[in-house]
């Protein structure tokens, strides 16, 4: 006999407004607490000296966690000129120092160099994979190493305050894999100076902005009053930009089971129409209900992620 699982059968999403100095692991521990939950991960680690949107998926949500792993994201931070550090933040060990101030001007100046499609080495202090170790832990040891330079896409890169000589805070919109840490670093050397990360704040990733988010002190407190579930958002909310096609009861029956389904000529181009080029990812919906990611081949659904739901 199969052991039960502990906890409830909680599914959805919770954009969470992580607090500072907490990791995202410990989020994660803190929000199934909250809902019992059996199952749970989030979407895209936020350093603990970071605060702001992460999204985390309980239960059946967790299935849909890579859609929401390569989503846009945008950050606001501040960089602190003068000081460069061996983790690009301000709790990291002073590697150099300099007297140069850069002025709003001189940084709006330099900041187009950063937006396209640029050449990125991320930091040593990363979640990166070396020979199988992670490039924090390696770094940590004080291992000699270097990471391999990344393409990534910065779409917004902008001044939006300074409030002294010494500091300056701008917003980035940015694809996946990108490192705020590695613009600050590549930033401050552009413009002949050390600087450093002093306060980073994620403030979106794909749909999941601050005007959704939820702190964790009011999780606990909607917990400790039963309404937990006006946090929880639906399973399906990190799919927002996957058509969906609502199928019949009986359709819904044979992708539960694993068998794909013929769509009508005019379901096969309408979907062609709504799907990104090279893409055949659709969403099978039952009334409001998620039945199954599907991929669109030869004029059938075939189920690749099935979804229990009720």
Request: charged residues 30%.
């Amino acid at each position: 006999m199969a052991r039960r699982k502990k906890g409830d059968a909680i599914s959805g999403w919770l954009c969470l407004d992580k607090p500072y100095d907490l990791t995202s692991t410990t989020a994660v521990s803190r929000v199934r607490r909250a809902f019992n939950a059996q199952k749970g991960g989030h979407a895209g680690t936020l350093d603990p000296l970071a605060t702001g949107i992460l999204p985390i998926a309980l239960g059946e949500a967790t299935k849909t966690v890579p859609f929401l792993m390569d989503a846009d994201k945008a950050y606001r931070f501040t960089i602190a000129w003068g000081r460069d550090t061996t983790t690009l933040d301000r709790e990291g060990e002073t590697t150099g120092t300099s007297d140069v101030r850069p002025t709003r001007e001189q940084v709006e100046a330099a900041l187009p160099a950063f937006i396209g499609e640029v050449d990125q080495i991320p930091p040593n202090f990363s979640a990166i994979k070396v020979d199988g170790e992670r490039a924090y832990d390696l770094a940590r040891d004080g291992v000699e190493f270097e990471l391999a330079t990344r393409k990534v896409n910065i779409f917004d890169l902008k001044v939006v305050e300074q409030a002294d000589a010494d500091h300056v805070t701008l917003e980035m919109e940015c694809g996946k894999g990108t490192y705020v840490r590695a613009v600050v670093r590549d930033l401050a050397k552009a413009l002949g100076t050390c600087g450093h990360v002093a306060e980073l704040r994620r403030t979106r990733v794909g749909g999941f902005t601050e005007r959704s988010s939820i702190s964790l002190e009011t999780l606990e407190n909607l917990s400790y009053e039963a309404r937990l579930s006006e946090a929880l958002l639906p399973v399906e909310t990190a799919l927002d930009d996957i058509p969906a096609l609502a199928v019949t009861d009986e359709d819904a029956f044979r992708l539960a089971q694993g068998r794909a389904i013929v769509l009508l000529p005019r379901q096969v181009e309408t979907l062609k129409t709504e799907l990104a080029p090279g893409d055949r990812t659709v969403s099978a919906m039952s009334g409001d209900r998620l039945v199954a990611l599907c991929e669109m081949r030869a004029g059938k659904l075939n189920p690749v992620r099935v979804f229990q739901l009720t």
